[in-house]
């Protein structure tokens, strides 16, 4: 079996547009590509994590894709308003060094609705949280996981050195 590549991923503004009713009706998308990529794992970055348990988490997904469930990642509390900024790509390289001997050398990318999130830009899939994960978002998440099984980590750019200089744990 090949490397495993992650996939962060956001909620609100993901999985059903933001503000709108909470059905998840924008997973089965994610889920269709997810199943085309044996070694794709999901790393729950939403808020979501917050108030709920990973194994209730879980059964929003469809049951043949809850075996790719990597995890959460972990809750870093900022400390000001400026810390904010790329916080969830600080504690996905925090999740990444906890569970990857390399973490430096993942394969990950993000599907988030906001773009602060992430300073890695080129490794975020940007959705627009008034309509979720729409089709276009689909073919860009499987460019982007077929560039990483076919070797072209470079194409959706590196992790910035200072993240992993931080010391986020």
């Not at 924008?26 to 729950?44: D, Q, Y």
């Not at 209730?56 to 997904?61: A, D, M, N, Q, V």
Request: glycine share 8%; net charge negative.
């Amino acid at each position: 079996m090949s490397r495993p590549t992650y996939i962060f991923m956001d909620f609100d503004g993901v999985t059903h547009p933001w503000g709108e009713a909470e059905d998840f009706r924008c997973l089965p998308r994610i889920e269709a590509v997810v199943r085309e990529f044996s070694e794709a794992r999901i790393v729950i970055a939403s808020d979501w994590r917050m108030l709920f348990s990973l194994s209730r988490l879980i059964t929003r997904f469809a049951e043949d894709v809850r075996a790719q469930i990597a995890g959460v990642t972990p809750q870093l509390l900022p400390k000001t308003g400026a810390e904010l900024h790329g916080l969830r790509e600080r504690e996905a390289m925090v999740w990444l060094a906890q569970h990857e001997a390399s973490p430096g050398e993942a394969a990950w990318c993000a599907i988030d609705d906001a773009p602060g999130n992430w300073l890695s830009r080129p490794r975020l899939i940007l959705t627009d949280f008034k309509r979720g994960f729409t089709a276009e978002d689909e073919g860009a998440l499987r460019r982007v996981l077929q560039g990483f099984r076919d070797g072209k980590r470079n194409q959706v750019g590196t992790v910035a050195p200072s993240l992993w200089s931080r010391d986020s744990a």
